[in-house]
């Protein structure tokens, strides 16, 4: 167990719709990370927030954004949903230099 | 930009043998690495994370070592077991733009038959 929990699991969008995924992580974890993870290939890294504030941004377009609230609690936001956005989409929380995973959420766009 | 590359990438042996995953980077500048598990549709587990200062590190039955001039991390696992099937992937942590990041390698997928 991570402490760190994800939702939902699984969500089927259709594509030009928006999508906001949901990760909670545990007490004192003050940064939180998300990855976009493709199948067969590795996670990539699409932007980092420590103490709600986003302090580091991968090569992904403006149309994804997010959120990190005082609880601990983080969403990521997805506009325009392309074809090419149906993937895992993973949070992880930060304490000291370790990252714990959520289980991810599955998204598939139609 | 910063290359992360595993090899192989599937592997597939007997219960019992020990067995070495291979990571390699383009950067040696790195601040650390990690390795992870994961399991089919699951999230990562963190199996081992080496300081950029460190050589290697144990845990149980799994050995990680860094070699960062020339830019190499290895995997070693004893004694595999049916349960060590699973992705195993490599994470190394770059400064880029003022932050650490952590960039992944595609993995490598471990099948450990009985």
């Known amino acids: 167990e991570t402490g760190v929990t994800q939702s939902p699991t699984h969500l089927i969008k259709t594509r030009g719709q928006q999508v906001t995924l949901r990760c909670s992580s545990q007490s004192g974890h003050n940064t939180v990370s998300w990855y976009q993870q493709a199948l067969g290939q590795g996670p990539q890294f699409i932007f980092q927030?420590?103490?709600?504030?986003?302090?580091g941004r991968g090569n992904f377009p403006p149309r994804f954004s997010g959120l990190q609230f005082p609880n601990y609690s983080s969403e990521l936001n997805v506009n325009a949903l392309e074809l090419d956005d149906s993937a895992l989409y993973l949070c992880a929380s930060s304490f000291g230099e370790k990252l714990f995973f959520g289980s991810g959420t599955q998204l598939s766009v139609l | 930009k910063q290359e992360v590359t595993q090899i192989p990438a599937a592997l597939s042996v007997p219960e019992g043998e020990n067995l070495v995953l291979n990571c390699s980077f383009t950067d040696s500048a790195i601040y650390n690495l990690q390795w992870f598990r994961q399991d089919p549709g699951k999230g990562l587990t963190s199996l081992l994370l080496i300081q950029s200062s460190q050589r290697e590190q144990t845990s149980g039955r799994l050995n990680a070592s860094l070699d960062k001039s020339s830019g190499r991390s290895t995997l070693y696992i004893a004694a595999s077991q049916p349960g060590d099937s699973a992705t195993y992937l490599c994470?190394?942590?770059?400064?880029?733009?003022?932050?650490?990041?952590?960039?992944f390698g595609r993995g490598t997928s471990l099948i450990v038959h009985p």
């Open positions: 927030y420590y103490r709600e504030e986003e302090n």
């Open positions: 994470a190394v942590s770059f400064l880029t733009g003022g932050s650490y990041i952590p960039t």
